[in-house]
T-cell receptor, first 112, second 114 residues
Framework: GEDVEQSLFLSVREGDSSVINCTYT??????LYWYKQEPGAGLQLLTY?????DMKQDQRLTVLLNKKDKHLSLRIADTQTGDSAIYFC????????????FGKGTLLTVNP | EAQVTQNPRYLITVTGKKLTVTCSQN?????MSWYRQDPGLGLRQIYY???????DKGDVPEGYKVSRKEKRNFPLILESPSPNQTSLYFC?????????????FGPGTRLTVL
């Protein structure tokens, strides 16, 4: 079955880069997603990557996918205090968004 | 403003007292879903609906019911709540089930069952 693993905590200083890592087990994953959850709010889609891509960049966000190792990472450049949140990795193996498997989330704390 | 709304946002109830958490979206989305979020377990899908009158079980459907009589509403019903249903619940919707369609999440409902 599918399983998505993330480290639970990450603490960085403001201005540094943050790298949040995720591993997944199902090699048939087609899309992989990163969601952000700010305190007291629902999840917000940050970005996604199709499994035939190695990298996707969107402003301060860079997603790297190593399909061989089933490893996904989210790099946030110039991390700001407003980036403090829980970040969830999720995978879709169905080629659709209605059956997503989420990781447990990584709490990113940005210190001034 | 395009949004997913949930009511109530907070609820404390007692075991066995039926309750309904409402979810409504104003984006004419086909797909809607309910998740629960628990510490150390992440998000788990309870039920989803691909369209009006079409619902299906997610990963943790036991103890829950849903209905989709109208496109905009997708209520979550707990007929006889139990303490293990204490959790943070999220409703989500998207235009379709295409992998590239964004899921929009509601603000969450924190439920405590005593």
């Amino acid at each position: 079955g599918e399983d998505v693993e993330q480290s639970l905590f990450l603490s960085v200083r403001e201005g540094d880069s943050s790298v949040i890592n995720c591993t997944y087990t199902d090699s048939s994953s087609t899309y992989l997603y990163w969601y952000k959850q700010e305190p007291g709010a629902g999840l917000q889609l940050l970005t996604y990557i199709f499994s035939n891509m190695d990298m996707k960049q969107d402003q301060r966000l860079t997603v790297l996918l190593n399909k061989k190792d089933k490893h996904l990472s989210l790099r946030i450049a110039d991390t700001q205090t407003g980036d403090s949140a829980i970040y969830f990795c999720a995978e879709s193996i169905s080629g659709s968004n209605y059956k997503l498997t989420f990781g447990k989330g990584t709490l990113l704390t940005v210190n001034p | 403003e395009a949004q997913v709304t949930q009511n109530p946002r907070y609820l404390i109830t007692v075991t066995g007292k039926k309750l309904t958490v409402t979810c409504s979206q104003n984006m004419n989305h086909e797909y809607m879903s309910w998740y629960r979020q628990d510490p150390g377990l992440g998000l788990r899908q309870i039920y989803y609906s691909m369209n009006v009158e079409v619902t299906d079980k997610g990963d943790v459907p036991e103890g829950y019911k849903v209905s989709r009589k109208e496109k905009r509403n997708f209520p979550l019903i707990l007929e006889s709540p139990s303490p293990n249903q204490t959790s943070l619940y999220f409703c989500a919707s998207s235009l379709s089930t295409a992998a590239t369609d964004t899921q929009y999440f509601g603000p969450g409902t924190r439920l405590t069952v005593l």
